[in-house]
């Protein structure tokens, strides 16, 4: 499935209305970030991004980030808006006696996806930032050959210049990056490398202790890592996120959550879809047995290999 084969995928969509952004600000913004997130934000430059998540104790994802440097003890992290609310609260939580405060700045900024001639950066390392005036883009994974960015400004920041893209086809673009994000119906259903984070720049295996990070070592070190995420498409009209996949031999137990969708233009839906490793070979199906069934196309990156 190309993505540009019969609708164009180039342009600046309007203000992604299903992401938010949450502020943390003050001395300990990076180090307090550092402590509770899976990357490493006390390295950070003001040229890069990270990827990063949100665990629980059990290692399970609970919001997944694009953080960004907005200026010296200001880091933006740009997540889900249906899982805004709830991570501030429980980051909150944690800040205790560093020197951080913690706030929901959707409303003061916007969220917008570059694609093709209008995702032009200075710098085309993934997850490099390029300042545009006012504004930071983000390199973000291609989909199908195609550069992505993420425009990231204050509230009233002119637009930048491009064709029209509707948010339908960006999203649908997420998901052919191969690059997932968390949202509220598969909350705490994954641990990174299920979602390939470890793969695609969303884990640090070299930084301090935050929650769950053993749990996410053991995974990555020992060899036990059973479930991976997956390119599919299916002819269904609607296949959304939490949705259960299984093999159409085995009724009774699921071998896999679809974790987000999206409409694909030449008709069914495409969608990331965490899966048992040894089913990956298997006739899927979405919902049950009998369910729709999913085609797995290859992932736009390697996979890193556990130890």
């Given at each position: 499935m190309n993505l540009t084969a019969s609708v164009p995928f180039d342009g600046v969509t309007p203000p992604l209305q299903h992401l938010g952004v949450i502020r943390v600000q003050g001395d300990d913004a990076a180090s307090f970030l550092h402590g509770q997130l899976t990357q490493d934000f006390?390295?950070?430059?003001?040229?890069?991004?990270?990827?990063?998540?949100?665990?629980?104790?059990?290692?399970?994802?609970?919001?997944?980030?694009?953080g960004v440097q907005w200026a010296k003890d200001d880091i933006l992290l740009?997540?889900?808006?249906?899982?805004?609310?709830?991570?501030?609260?429980?980051?909150?939580?944690?800040?205790?006696?560093?020197?951080?405060?913690?706030?929901?700045?959707t409303v003061a900024f916007e969220v917008r996806g570059l694609a093709g001639s209008a995702a032009h950066t200075t710098d085309t390392a993934i997850w490099s930032i390029s300042v545009q005036g006012e504004a930071r883009l983000v390199r973000l994974y291609p989909a199908d050959g195609t550069s992505r960015a993420l425009w990231l400004a204050p509230l009233g920041t002119?637009?930048?210049e491009g064709a029209a893209l509707t948010p339908e086809l960006w999203q649908r673009g997420e998901v052919r990056?191969?690059?997932?994000?968390?949202?509220?119906?598969?909350?705490?259903?994954?641990?990174?490398?299920?979602?390939?984070?470890?793969?695609?720049g969303g884990v640090n295996f070299k930084k301090g202790c935050y929650p769950g990070q053993e749990v996410v070592a053991r995974s990555q070190f020992r060899g036990t890592l059973k479930r991976r995420t997956y390119i599919a498409h299916s002819?269904?009209?609607?296949?959304?996120?939490?949705?259960?996949?299984?093999?159409?031999?085995d009724a009774e137990q699921p071998v896999g959550t679809v974790v987000q969708s999206a409409v694909a233009p030449q008709g069914g839906i495409d969608a990331l879809v965490s899966l048992q490793i040894a089913s990956a070979q298997e006739d899927l199906r979405a919902g049950s047995a009998s369910g729709p069934q999913l085609v797995l196309e290859p992932l736009p990156y390697e996979l890193l290999a556990d130890i």
């Open positions: 006390a390295l950070q430059k003001p040229h890069e991004a990270r990827l990063a998540a949100f665990l629980n104790a059990k290692g399970r994802m609970q919001a997944s980030f694009i740009v997540c889900s808006r249906d899982l805004l609310a709830q991570t501030l609260k429980r980051l909150s939580m944690f800040v205790l006696r560093a020197k951080a405060k913690l706030s929901d700045a002119p637009a930048p990056s191969g690059i997932a994000t968390l949202s509220l119906p598969v909350f705490e259903a994954f641990v990174p490398q299920m979602v390939n984070y470890e793969s695609v002819s269904t009209d609607a296949l959304a996120a939490g949705t259960e996949v299984f093999s159409a031999a």
